[in-house]
């Protein structure tokens, strides 16, 4: 038991390490796409990050790539009014294509620009041939949203594999960590396109980082 217990150990470490690795390359923002035809080419793996306005899109991201300012973050829910592009690793190696989804669900502007953003976000998702998943946050104080539920249905309907990540950890006490872990896995359980395993981060104190780099640099490597 003990031998196979050591196994486990050993794998989860080079699991958790290929994912530090893969973070620890060079991250650079590409552009920031406001129409389907300026995307970039579909030659690597693609992730995706969306999520309601201010649910810590743009922390996550800099938490991630160990850096303060490589997505920009604000207070003022909506300031993401376009698909931002990064690209981290190498071209001619392992490397992949990020993209910070436009905030949904609440924004300080007009109807207008928030009806042609989530018909940019719709047709994006519906037509990367190369996105390999999207990443769903969700901030864990509050649980899953009315808004957070149509686009999980979009991407159901599109066939997009999904996964939830709850955010702000760091304003929960241990017992309500817990709790909203368990509903919110029952809540995705009749989803048919959400990935069962539901990840708590914490941009603030790096909670749950670890294990997303790894989650990501399976996605990258091709698991």
């Known amino acids: 038991m003990s031998d196979e217990l050591n196994e486990a150990d050993e794998a989860a470490e080079k699991r958790l390490e290929k994912g530090r690795l893969l973070f620890a390359q060079e991250c650079e923002f590409l552009l920031g796409v406001a129409g389907l035809d300026q995307l970039p080419p579909d030659d690597a ?7 309601r306005s201010n649910v810590g899109k743009s922390s996550l991201l800099n ?11 604000s207070n003022t ?6 698909i931002n592009f ?6 001619d190696g392992l490397g992949l294509y ?8 609440y924004a300080k502007v007009s109807k207008s620009l928030v009806k042609e953003w989530t018909k940019l976000l719709k047709s994006y998702l519906q037509g990367r041939t190369n996105l390999r998943r999207a990443f769903v946050l969700v901030d864990a104080r509050h649980g ?12 159901d309907k599109s066939a997009v594999s ?4 709850l955010t702000k950890a760091d304003k929960m006490k241990k017992a309500e ?3 909203i872990l368990e509903k919110t896995r029952a809540a995705i359980q009749k989803n048919v396109a959400a990935h069962p395993e539901v990840i708590l981060t914490s941009s603030v104190k790096g909670e749950g980082i670890e294990e997303l780099r790894a989650s990501i640099a399976e996605l990258a490597a091709g698991g």
Do not use: C, H, W
């Open 63 to 73: 938490a991630l790539t160990g850096r303060n300012s490589l997505a920009r973050t």
């Open 177 to 179: 960590r817990e709790k």
């Open 45 to 51: 793996v693609e992730i995706s990050f969306a999520g």
């Open 98 to 105: 990020l993209s910070d989804l436009p905030g949904y669900g």
């Open 77 to 82: 829910p909506g300031r993401t009014q376009q």
């Open 162 to 165: 999904y996964q939830v990540i």
């Open 86 to 91: 990064f690209f981290l690793g190498k071209r």
């Open 144 to 155: 899953i949203k009315d808004s957070d539920r149509e686009i999980m249905d979009l991407m």
